[in-house]
């Protein structure tokens, strides 16, 4: 075996070990999550990723149990592989809708948005269904655990879409070495197979990345959005402001357009209509965050890119081109081999 080659098969057989619990989790050939992403991971972008050896998980977002049956039956159709479903903690029908993923013997149930009721967690348990839940701190990864949890994901502010306050380099470091007991996915801004490395070399059991499937050429994402994506950098990617500390609004992390300019108005709007009667404040709260939800699908499903919402992490400039759904992990995956293996040649 040459020089070149050596290190690099070394490379890889060490990338599956440090991959191997997360990978074990997920029933995947890599521990590589797709984040769910409204209007764009649905079954096509999900089958392809599970398909390509990662794990797609479908966003539920605000689908009635009736649709959510239909989209993990499209998925069905279109992969044997495993997948899950991300449920956002706030919606009505939580419980329905866990449920609906018992029934179709989803191994996976996502819990996003908030802290899960323990009544929703116990139900996906006791129906075979493995539960992963978002934690944003510390104190939060160990009460998830203690209420269930079999395994975490933390997000970064790096990330597209509603974003906490804290940076994943800053998350990894205060949550990776001190949560041993169920498998830890990253997330946020992770763009590149380096990366990945670095980070499951930290202690994660994996990861989860979003932007970078955008452009994946099995998702249905309009094309004017995904031009949006190739043409966009880093520093495009901007989260929202709040106008009115009585009216907390999560950020969302977009590229800039006018859809983001209006939601300014929007808010503005909105609080005004609360000081003069006309909304109480959780119909003032909802009416602002409800603006999202049909700016997203303008721009995802109708293409239109500049009033519609363009939610995208800050890897967003490392999206240059459409790529299936497995060159993406491929290349991902050579990325960290030829980082590991570079080192072995370094020290040879």
Same mark, same amino acid.
């Given at each position: 075996?040459?020089?070149?080659?050596?290190?690099?098969?070394?490379?890889?057989?060490?990338?599956?070990?440090?991959?191997?619990?997360? @990978?074990?989790?997920?029933?995947?050939?890599?521990?590589?999550?797709?984040?769910?992403?409204?209007?764009?991971?649905?079954?096509?972008?999900?089958?392809?990723?599970?398909?390509?050896?990662?794990?797609?998980?479908?966003?539920?977002?605000?689908?009635?149990?009736?649709?959510?049956?239909?989209?993990?039956?499209?998925?069905?159709?279109?992969?044997?592989?495993?997948?899950?479903?991300?449920?956002?903690?706030?919606?009505?029908?939580?419980?329905?809708?866990?449920?609906?993923?018992?029934?179709?013997?989803?191994?996976?149930?996502?819990?996003?948005?908030?802290?899960?009721?323990?009544?929703?967690?116990?139900?996906?348990?006791?129906?075979?269904?493995?539960?992963?839940?978002?934690?944003?701190?510390?104190?939060?990864?160990?009460?998830?655990?203690?209420?269930?949890?079999? @395994?975490?994901?933390?997000?970064?502010?790096?990330?597209?879409?509603?974003?906490?306050?804290?940076?994943?380099?800053?998350?990894?470091?205060?949550?990776?070495?001190?949560?041993?007991?169920?498998?830890?996915?990253?997330?946020?801004?992770?763009?590149?197979?380096?990366?990945?490395?670095?980070?499951?070399?930290?202690?994660?059991?994996?990861?989860?990345?979003?932007?970078?499937?955008?452009?994946?050429?099995?998702?249905?994402?309009?094309?004017?959005?995904?031009?949006?994506?190739?043409?966009?950098?880093?520093?495009?990617?901007?989260?929202?402001?709040?106008?009115?500390?009585?009216?907390?609004?999560?950020?969302?992390?977009?590229?800039?357009?006018?859809?983001?300019?209006?939601?300014?108005?929007?808010?503005?709007?909105?609080?005004?209509?609360?000081?003069?009667?006309?909304?109480?404040?959780?119909?003032?709260?909802?009416?602002?965050?409800?603006?999202?939800?049909?700016?997203?699908?303008?721009?995802?499903?109708?293409?239109?890119?500049?009033?519609?919402?363009?939610?995208?992490?800050?890897?967003?400039?490392?999206?240059?081109?459409?790529?299936?759904?497995?060159?993406?992990?491929?290349?991902?995956?050579?990325?960290?081999?030829?980082?590991?293996?570079?080192?072995?040649?370094?020290?040879?």
């Amino acid at each position: 075996m040459n020089e070149v080659v050596a290190p690099l098969v070394g490379a890889e057989a060490m990338l599956d070990r440090l991959m191997a619990r997360g @990978a074990a989790f997920l029933g995947s050939r890599y521990a590589i999550m797709g984040g769910a992403m409204s209007w764009v991971s649905e079954r096509h972008l999900v089958a392809a990723l599970s398909n390509a050896g990662a794990f797609g998980v479908i966003a539920c977002g605000a689908m009635e149990p009736p649709r959510l049956a239909e989209e993990i039956a499209g998925t069905q159709a279109l992969t044997r592989k495993p997948f899950g479903v991300n449920l956002i903690t706030m919606h009505p029908r939580l419980e329905q809708l866990v449920d609906v993923c018992l029934a179709a013997r989803v191994g996976h149930i996502v819990f996003a948005g908030g802290i899960p009721p323990g009544s929703a967690i116990k139900k996906a348990k006791e129906g075979g269904a493995k539960v992963v839940c978002f934690a944003p701190a510390l104190v939060l990864a160990k009460r998830l655990i203690r209420s269930g949890a079999d @395994a975490l994901v933390i997000e970064g502010s790096e990330a597209g879409g509603h974003i906490g306050p804290v940076s994943l380099n800053v998350l990894a470091q205060e949550i990776l070495p001190h949560v041993t007991e169920v498998p830890v996915f990253v997330a946020g801004g992770i763009g590149r197979g380096e990366a990945i490395l670095s980070y499951l070399e930290m202690g994660a059991a994996g990861v989860q990345l979003g932007t970078r499937f955008v452009c994946a050429a099995e998702c249905i994402a309009h094309a004017a959005f995904k031009n949006a994506f190739i043409r966009g950098h880093a520093r495009d990617a901007m989260p929202t402001v709040q106008l009115d500390d009585a009216f907390p609004v999560i950020p969302v992390r977009a590229l800039q357009n006018g859809g983001t300019r209006r939601f300014l108005e929007h808010q503005a709007e909105t609080i005004r209509r609360f000081r003069a009667g006309e909304l109480d404040k959780e119909a003032a709260q909802l009416d602002i965050e409800h603006f999202w939800a049909g700016a997203l699908r303008r721009a995802v499903i109708d293409g239109d890119v500049e009033n519609g919402s363009l939610m995208a992490g800050q890897s967003v400039g490392m999206v240059t081109k459409e790529q299936p759904a497995a060159e993406i992990i491929a290349e991902l995956m050579a990325q960290a081999a030829a980082a590991l293996a570079a080192r072995g040649r370094g020290a040879a």
